[in-house]
């Protein structure tokens, strides 16, 4: 079944929209062969006595006291420890992709059955601004991908910004990896540089996070009225399916937010949306 990806105009006045083209995924069989060796020991018969040797009493020797040693107790594993959310974020549980999102303690947060309400969305595109692009970039996905959770900055409202800072998650099935994730997010990466309009190529590096196999996509955006935007995207095989997350925003409306840090506290859950 060819899944395909459909890039989002994050910012506003951006033309057109970016698109990728599928990639089928294959699927690769590996047969592996375990071989087990065993080496037997054998052991020669001890030489025979000359003839006429007399045979000679064997002095008993008394056995050792052998010491009594304490046997070790078994050590107990000690758990896997899980990264810490960053300071001044919420884990968030995201069960469309089986896993908790570290986002910032007082964002408006909204669910996947928000995002699907015409009347909400509306609400979202007049109060914060450039969500209204966002929203309307998730009609033209045309089901290849679903956006399950947006939380916005919502001081940006009272602020003349030209872009809300804002998580968001965009997820699709199956959840890949290897090679197919690597390709998932050269299309990926190749259209939002091209909808944020982007001053040099994207730069996409694999990162090793605790939800499972991620590539990072970092982009240079000009700046929007003054302001020094970030965008910063992963997209990663989760448990629940492959995910697009992006940080984005004004640099001075994240208060430091590291990506990094952020995206090494995404973390298995035990809830996941069949």
């Known amino acids: 079944m060819t899944r395909r990806w459909g890039a989002v105009r994050l910012c506003p006045g951006s033309p057109g929209h970016g698109s ?13 062969a375990l071989a087990i060796v065993a080496a037997v020991a054998g052991c020669g018969s001890p030489p025979s006595e000359p003839p006429g040797t007399p045979s000679l009493a064997p002095t008993a020797t008394p056995a050792p006291t052998p010491t009594p040693t304490a046997t070790p107790s078994p050590a107990t594993p000690s758990p896997t420890a899980q990264p810490s959310p960053p300071a001044g974020t919420v884990l968030v549980d995201i069960p469309e992709g089986g896993v908790l999102l570290p986002v910032p303690a007082g964002w408006v947060q ?66 890949v990896g290897g090679t197919l994730l690597d390709i998932a997010a050269s299309f990926i990466g190749d259209g939002m540089a091209e909808t944020l309009g982007a001053t040099a190529p994207p730069v996409r590096e694999r990162v ?22 970030l965008a910063t995207a992963w997209v990663i095989g989760a448990p629940g399916g492959t995910l697009l997350i992006t940080l984005l925003g004004p640099e001075d409306a994240l208060a430091g937010l590291d990506p990094d840090v952020l995206a090494a506290a995404i973390v298995p859950s035990t809830s996941r949306t069949p």
């Open 20 to 32: 990728s083209e599928a990639c089928r995924p294959a699927v690769v069989a590996a047969l592996v």
């Open 110 to 175: 909204v669910p996947a059955g928000d995002l699907a309400d015409p009347a909400r969305r509306a609400e979202l595109a007049a109060q914060y601004p450039g969500s209204g692009t966002l929203l309307e970039q998730t009609d033209r996905l045309d089901g290849r991908a679903t956006p399950v959770f947006l939380a916005v900055d919502p001081s940006a409202a009272d602020r003349d910004e030209p872009l809300a800072a804002n998580v968001s998650v965009l997820a699709t099935q199956p959840s």
């Open 208 to 229: 090793t996070i605790a939800a499972g196999d991620a590539v990072r996509i970092r982009m240079q955006v000009p700046p929007r009225d003054g302001h020094e935007i």
